[in-house]
């Protein structure tokens, strides 16, 4: 199934119903940690919408994770919110029952300046682990965020500004799809450059089928004035996911914040949207607004890649002919997150050897005899095959070089085993990435998150 999707101004209030803000209050304090030299850049933001929504969230599932996460996963139970409050400049991470009365105070301000019940507001956070919320700047920025709230495309990229950390543009998109005899609109935004590689889940806990590898904060908020009932909206969002932030990787590091977050206030006036209705045409529907959710998270999580710290290449790696498909996944993880492999790209080296190495080590059954690895232009449909049935293949070394000193390029690679299928997402690994992320305690404005 395939639907043209008419992207759209507006991101998060694309959507009916739906106001944001983002203002300035000085959480990171001026002058300390990765970021600072965006100067008064707004750090805080709200998006709110006028009726009580559905809503459904994915959250990392690192063993350790912050306390806004912990308040999110516990009131998503109830599947109802009406506005997010999010900050950057601090994680509110390993801070402690501190740090989850600061979350809970968060959600209560918001709450009691747009009379909304405490319950309905959630909140996340982004920036450096280990250091207590500046309470008061913080209240002072909801009121003035509040203050703020509006439907234009300004105010929209004022939040999408907001929840920047050492990210260098803001990240955002718009679509509207017709369902029935409804016009749809699915907005969203995130952030995310560094400690990038989520493993989300609804309930913040790893599932026996996660590949066991670990993965600065992604964090994604999405608005849909689609009306959509709880169960169909939780479905929706875990396969978007699935197919796009569960698939990026810029460091391999897994953050203790990830978060994405859906709200629908089913304001489109559409019939509430079932994939479980024993209706042809409401499953249908149901299957153009997945489509148009995948699109959007997609989009979204590719952004995060391409805008990775010190990031010069962007990399898809293709992985089929697996024993099955959470082979073909831990396949694809391994080249993706391989230091060595990540570091040759850098180069322009196609060293296929480390992939083969990466491959070798990974959790996915791999006879080595059986392995095709190839390259190619993401413009260009022909693969280059640099490694056939586990043998070098007689292609000058310059023409892989040539394939691989592009800015985006594809990498194939056919265990030959089974009919297992996966990919995924990945950036090099540069100088400056070292250099971004090492910081020197004598400079406190070196020190990351």
């Known amino acids: 199934m395939s639907h043209n999707f ?93 740090g989850f009365r600061d979350a809970c105070e968060m959600a209560a301000e918001t709450a009691r300046l747009l009379s909304l019940k405490p319950e309905h507001v959630l909140v996340a956070s982004t920036g450096r682990i280990g250091v207590l919320m500046p309470m008061e700047n913080v209240k002072n920025g909801i009121r003035m965020a509040v203050e703020r709230l509006s439907d234009t495309v300004a105010s929209a990229d004022e939040a999408a500004t907001a929840i920047m950390t050492s990210d260098t543009r803001p990240k955002k998109i718009a679509v509207e799809v017709n369902i029935g005899n409804s016009v749809i609109k699915i907005g969203g935004i995130c952030k995310g450059a560094g400690m990038i590689h989520p493993g ?50 810029v460091d391999g590091d897994m953050s203790t914040n990830d978060t994405v ?61 697996a024993k099955n498909d959470f082979q073909a996944d831990a396949a694809a993880r391994a080249v993706a997150n391989s230091v060595l492999v990540k570091t040759s790209w850098c180069g322009g080296d196609p060293n296929w050897g480390r992939i083969m190495d990466a491959l070798g080590y990974s959790n996915a059954t791999v006879i080595e005899e059986k392995v095709d690895i190839g390259y190619s232009n993401p413009s260009n449909p022909q693969i280059t095959w640099a490694v056939k049935n586990g043998s070098p293949q007689p292609v000058p070394f310059e023409e892989l070089c040539k394939v691989v000193a592009e800015k985006e390029f594809n990498i194939h690679i056919n265990l030959n085993i089974g009919k297992g299928r996966s990919y995924f997402y990945s950036a090099d690994l540069t100088e400056e990435y070292v250099d971004f992320n090492k910081g020197n305690v004598s400079d406190p404005k070196s020190l990351g998150g």
């Open 6 to 98: 008419k992207e759209i101004e507006g991101s998060v209030v694309a959507p009916k119903g739906f106001k944001a803000s983002g203002v300035f209050c000085d959480i990171k304090r001026l002058g300390t940690g990765k970021g600072s030299e965006k100067g008064q850049k707004p750090d805080l933001a709200i998006i709110a919408s006028e009726k009580p929504c559905v809503a459904a969230g994915m959250f990392t599932t690192n063993q350790v994770c912050a306390a806004p996460v912990k308040l999110c996963i516990e009131r998503m139970k109830k599947g109802v919110a009406q506005a997010i409050v999010a900050n950057s400049g601090n994680a509110n991470a390993c801070t402690g029952e501190q």
């Open 200 to 249: 989300m889940s609804p309930d913040g806990k790893r599932p026996a089928s996660m590949p066991g590898q670990l993965h600065a904060t992604m964090l994604c908020f999405i608005t849909t004035d689609a009306a959509i009932e709880r169960d169909s909206l939780r479905k929706a969002l875990e396969e978007a996911v699935a197919g796009s932030f569960n698939k990026i990787t």
């Open 261 to 321: 977050i859906v709200l629908a206030n089913g304001m489109a006036g559409n019939m509430p949207l079932n994939h479980r209705s024993r209706s042809k045409e409401m499953r249908e529907q149901f299957a153009i607004f997945q489509e148009a959710l995948n699109h959007v998270c997609l989009s979204l999580a590719k952004m995060i890649v391409l805008d990775g710290e010190g990031v010069s290449r962007f990399v898809t790696i293709y992985v089929e002919g």
